[in-house]
């Protein structure tokens, strides 16, 4: 019982974060199983300006997603990222998609 809940545990941590939801949300929204770290980084940098009218850097957005993000989500088992490519497989989970739903209308509404 304590895998499952741990695992669980594990996702709620990674879906605390909206850089990590951002890459996640591009994956459902483009129903697309691989992305290149470049598309992410432009994501995880729009994320983060939260609407600002300046287009944001994606340099700091690449540092993090190579040493944060990208292996938290890896260690949820939700991507596979090979470093080596710089692509980014998504591990489709229902769960984890209606988790993303339910939080994306969460936010709308505040």
Known sequence: MSNG???????????????????????VATETAVADIEVLCCKVASARADGGGESPSTDPARVELHHVHLPTLADCDLVEYDSRSGT??????????ELLAALATFEAER
């Open 88 to 97: 980014v497989r998504y591990k489709a989970d229902e769960a984890v998609e």
């Open 5 to 27: 809940s741990d695992r669980t545990e594990r996702e709620l941590r990674a879906l605390a974060s909206r850089e990590r939801r951002a890459v996640l949300e591009h994956f």
